[in-house]
């Protein structure tokens, strides 16, 4: 049981190149959420899911794009990468919604520098 | 709008010393309140998760408290260790349809050997 894994674990984008950051869960979590986490701040949600086929915007969703096509997988795009998203990016999932009693496992994260 | 504050930013104290980290939150309309810890370069990890209708949760040497009328809660150490040298983040979860997660900043402890 892996838990929740992220890939890459870094990376380096030049402005206004694409990537897409990996985010994989063997819980069968039906909820997966992205955070991103600048230094000496708290998390901020970009999307989450609360299932497969149905994402929502979380609180600083502009830049970003996820899609959930299966339980286990939920993807966060840059398309056109920019310095302010120089961050750590975390994905998390959790069995139920944040209004239950279940917590949130989160990744170890993908530390992203745009040069 | 909610906001969540924890104070102090950072902490320093000798080995085997209780402590108490405080988090505040503005909004008391809340479902439940979570206690994180995140090591260096590390995913967060839950340590505690207070519901609403909750005073406090016990585990081990950690002990939280909610006062959601005051919008305050507690995070008590006991017995202070090396090892609970972290950032510990709360995190409070709106009511109702509201699937979103307001975090505060942490308070980033560090204990003396």
């Known amino acids: 049981n892996a838990g929740v894994t992220q890939t890459p674990k870094f990376r380096i984008l030049k402005i206004g190149q694409s990537m897409t950051l990996q985010c994989t869960q063997d819980?069968?979590?039906?909820?997966m959420y992205w955070y991103r986490q600048d230094p000496g701040m708290g998390l901020k949600l970009i999307y989450y899911?609360?299932?497969?086929?149905?994402?929502d915007k979380g609180e600083v969703p502009n830049g970003y794009n996820v899609s959930r096509s299966t339980t286990e997988d939920f993807p966060l795009r840059l398309e056109l990468a920019a310095p302010s998203q120089t961050s750590v990016y975390f994905c998390a999932s959790s069995y139920s919604g944040q209004g239950t009693s279940d917590t949130q496992y989160f990744g170890p994260g993908t530390r992203l520098t745009v040069l | 709008k909610q906001e969540v504050t924890q104070i102090p930013a950072a902490l320093s104290v000798p080995e085997g010393e209780n402590l108490v980290l405080n988090c505040s939150f503005t909004?008391?309309?809340?479902?439940?309140l979570q206690w994180f810890r995140q090591d260096p370069g590390k995913g967060l990890t839950s340590l505690l998760l207070i519901q609403s209708s909750q005073r406090e949760q016990t585990s081990g040497r950690l002990n939280a408290s909610l006062d959601k009328s005051s919008g305050r809660s507690t995070l008590y150490i006991a017995a202070s260790q090396p090892g609970d040298s972290a950032t510990y983040l709360c995190?409070?979860?709106?009511?109702?349809?509201?699937?979103?997660?307001?975090f505060g900043k942490g308070t980033r402890l560090h204990i003396l050997p």
């Open positions: 819980m069968n979590h039906n909820y």
């Open positions: 899911s609360v299932g497969a086929g149905i994402t």
């Open positions: 995190a409070v979860s709106g009511g109702g349809r509201d699937d979103k997660i307001i």
């Open positions: 909004d008391s309309a809340i479902y439940n």
